[in-house]
């Protein structure tokens, strides 16, 4: 019997692939792909770094490994650049994993998916303080989970210039939900449970839109939770097993 074909994960980062410190486990049952935003490291940098430039850096790393098909994986504030990646190539995407999954990034009304308070709080931090948002704000985040090591190195990588760019851009109060809808590819949605930034009700808003996606809560950031990494391999299993 032929061996199953390993899935192919796109680890989306903010900033950098140092983010995902879940690689290690993804990799020991599939094929991964992660890399840094434009500038970033050895990435060369683009002007203007929008959206569609975000985009394109996810959709080179596609090309460069010749992928036919993959399951995009964001986390946070990436994912309207995984939905947008999703619809650049439907024909190789076959699947999306959202983590702190929520519909936009509102901060106002009677269900806000995002806590405005926090997000300022932060930005302000970012402008202020680079060095104290890598190492405090984002410590918070990841209830931890990023440590002084991998903060210094972080801080070593990425040109605050660029994390400022990043961080405006994704923080637009935009909407994904009719994104989404034009997909017809199977949905992981993952709520970080006690985030900081988002919130219970914008989570539960998403799956209410989308009741065939499967949905799960892990006690970390996504990109940072081994039971993130447990649940994105089951999801990958089920397809793999419903395919053959």
């Not at 060369?44 to 992928?67: N, Q, T």
């Not at 993959?70 to 650049?81: A, E, H, K, R, Y």
């Not at 914008?202 to 809560?217: C, I, K, L, M, T």
């Amino acid at each position: 019997m032929a061996e199953t074909a390993r899935p192919r994960l796109l680890l989306v980062p903010l900033l950098t692939e140092l983010e995902w410190t879940i690689r290690p486990a993804l990799d020991e049952w599939a094929e991964v792909a992660s890399y840094d935003q434009p500038g970033v490291g050895a990435a060369p940098a683009v002007e203007p770094l929008d959206y569609e430039a975000l985009v394109e850096r996810g959709l080179s790393e596609i090309e460069r490994r010749g992928w036919a098909s993959c399951i995009v994986v964001s986390d946070g504030l990436l994912d309207s650049i995984a939905v947008r990646l999703a619809l650049a190539r439907p024909e190789r995407v076959t699947a999306l994993a959202l983590g702190h999954t929520r519909l936009s990034n509102d901060t106002e009304g009677k269900r806000p998916p995002v806590n405005g308070e926090v997000i300022a709080a932060f930005g302000q931090l970012l402008q202020r303080d680079y060095g104290g948002f890598v190492r405090h704000g984002l410590v918070q985040v990841t209830h931890g989970s990023i440590g002084d090591e991998l903060a210094q190195q972080m801080l070593d990588r990425v040109p605050r210039r660029v994390a400022l760019t990043i961080w405006e851009l994704v923080n637009q109060p935009e909407s994904i939900e009719a994104r989404l809808r034009e997909l017809d590819i199977p949905l992981l949605f993952a709520a970080h449970v006690g985030c900081l930034v988002t919130t219970r009700e914008g989570f539960e808003d998403a799956v209410a839109a989308f009741p065939e996606a499967r949905a799960v809560s892990v006690p970390d950031a996504p990109s940072v939770s081994a039971e993130f990494a447990d649940a994105l391999r089951a999801f990958c299993l089920e397809r793999t097993e419903s395919s053959a």
